[in-house]
């Protein structure tokens, strides 16, 4: 028969034990355990400047409604949108730390300096908000930008001028050419060679990651197509493919892609699939930044995300040729266009106006006896309409060649348009104005004319060619473009399990 328990035996007192310290013990370190977890996809968005700069009162910013239309991008990055409550970052505890560390290997010491990345971008943001409020003007010697071309030439020059200080871009080494760090230059598609080409060779490159303010994935949508595609053969995947397995190489190999989901990576491409074969993999389409000649906004391209890629032609690999033109009292031709009937709104414009008014001059075939580009210089006004995609060189074409640009295309996202202010210097015509353009552009004041088409000359500088790359011009506005859509974001490391 078994003795009872009383309060003096060992049994009795492992009970006390077990009771009053063993379960509580378990119960605070689960407690622990749940305060100290962050969500696996942990992203904020930024405060705006007003409310960064009254941070350390507390004040937080509002919640962003998910209804509406995304804000301008020049808008956001200077004052960013009301935004997400930034969730307090836990501690990392030792153990997690080093099990990051077994997971990524050394190069996990590298997302170590992502707040120091974002750091220096808050500053950056503070200081063209300054300059934004207060009307700083900043002394450059090579260029400083005045006039209603810009939405805000203080705030613009503050931030190109801290671009030039800070930014850097790291180009992912991994792939070899024609696929990857290598595009034709030459064509109409030609842009898209020169600028991979520029990056890949330029000042703002950085060799070491953890200093990275963005990550560059060197394929070329264009090389794709040349040595991919199978013609008549109507399926995707093996475009897709190539870009799918690019982003799983880097997302195995590095821990870049993975912290963030995409959302500091960019790619670029000028030829029109750009955009379906980003769709392969959902987080480059979704979070990160696309530099596109096809920026049309009712196929994905988000102008608060996205950067529109001007469509470029240089016949001969360099501007020769392509700039300058008379003065306005010189051009006796209202209004231009040649070219094949791409899409319905070239059908629109043919059928209303081919060979209808000699004011109007267009054509689909031009005249043997008579030049394309000194079209553009006799004309006042240059038709520049979509064709099957949005994107057409006329646009830029117009603008070297002093001839004010009239933009006839649905859903298109100008080239820095956070910048430029394309009213002062083209025309806007809509597809259903068509039948109207003689009366349109005929109502537009000679003073009004001559002042669209100086800012046009002026602004002109931002849209050139230049070989190697000079202060301002195309490749320094694109990067600017990619670096305000940057600063608009705070990033926070997603691996925190």
Request: net charge neutral.
């Amino acid at each position: 028969m078994p003795l009872p328990l009383d309060s003096s035996s060992p049994s009795s007192s492992c009970s006390k034990l077990v009771c009053f310290v063993v379960i509580p013990l378990i119960l605070l370190s689960g407690l622990v355990l749940v305060l100290n977890h962050n969500p696996s996809t942990t992203f904020s968005w930024p405060l705006s400047f007003l409310d960064a700069m009254n941070s350390h009162s507390g004040a937080r910013a509002p919640a962003a409604t998910a209804e509406g239309p995304e804000p301008a991008a020049y808008t956001a990055a200077l004052l960013p949108p009301a935004a997400q409550p930034t969730q307090d970052q836990s501690p990392v505890t030792e153990n997690l730390e080093s099990a990051k560390a077994a997971k990524f290997g050394k190069t996990y010491r590298n997302l170590d300096n992502l707040d120091m990345v974002e750091a220096r971008l808050a500053q950056a943001r503070a200081t063209i908000h300054e300059a934004q409020r207060n009307n700083e003007t900043s002394y450059d010697p090579d260029y400083v930008p005045t006039g209603p071309m810009y939405r805000n030439p203080h705030a613009f020059l503050r931030s190109y001028l801290e671009m030039e200080k800070l930014f850097k871009i790291y180009v992912y080494e991994d792939g070899e050419p024609p696929l990857y760090h290598y595009s034709k230059s030459l064509g109409i598609l030609g842009i898209e060679g020169i600028i991979i080409h520029q990056i890949e060779i330029s000042k703002f490159r950085t060799r070491d990651p953890g200093k990275a303010h963005v990550y560059f994935i060197p394929l070329s949508v264009q090389s794709i197509v040349a040595y991919a595609y199978v013609r008549h053969n109507r399926a995707w995947s093996p475009l897709q493919n190539i870009a799918r397995d690019y982003v799983k190489l880097i997302s195995t190999k590095y821990p870049y892609w993975n912290r963030t989901l995409g959302r500091d990576h960019f790619i670029l491409g000028c030829h029109d699939w750009t955009p379906m074969i980003s769709l392969a993999v959902p987080d480059l389409f979704k979070n990160s930044i696309r530099v596109l000649c096809n920026a049309n906004t009712s196929e994905g391209f988000k102008p608060s995300t996205d950067v529109s890629l001007p469509e470029i032609y240089l016949p001969h690999g360099t501007m020769d040729g392509l700039i300058g033109g008379p003065p306005p009292s010189e051009r006796s031709i209202l209004v231009f266009y040649a070219g094949g009937i791409h899409g319905y709104i070239r059908q629109v414009l043919m059928d209303q106006w081919k060979d209808k008014d000699p004011d109007i001059q267009i054509h689909e075939y031009l005249p043997k006896n008579l030049s394309y580009y000194g079209m553009f210089q006799k004309s006042k006004y240059c038709i520049c309409p979509s064709g099957w995609e949005v994107a057409s060189p006329r646009m830029v074409e117009g603008l070297y060649m002093g001839c004010v640009p009239v933009l006839l295309k649905d859903h298109y996202a100008k080239p820095f348009d956070d910048v430029l202010d394309w009213s002062t210097f083209s025309v806007d015509v809509q597809v259903n104005e068509i039948l109207d353009l003689k009366k349109i552009l005929t109502a537009i004041p000679q003073e009004q004319y001559q002042e669209m088409q100086k800012r046009g000359i002026q602004v002109r500088r931002h849209f050139e060619v230049n070989f190697p790359p000079k202060r301002y011009d195309v490749f320094h506005m694109i990067l600017h473009s990619i670096w305000l859509r940057r600063i608009n974001i705070q990033l926070h490391d997603t691996h925190d399990s």
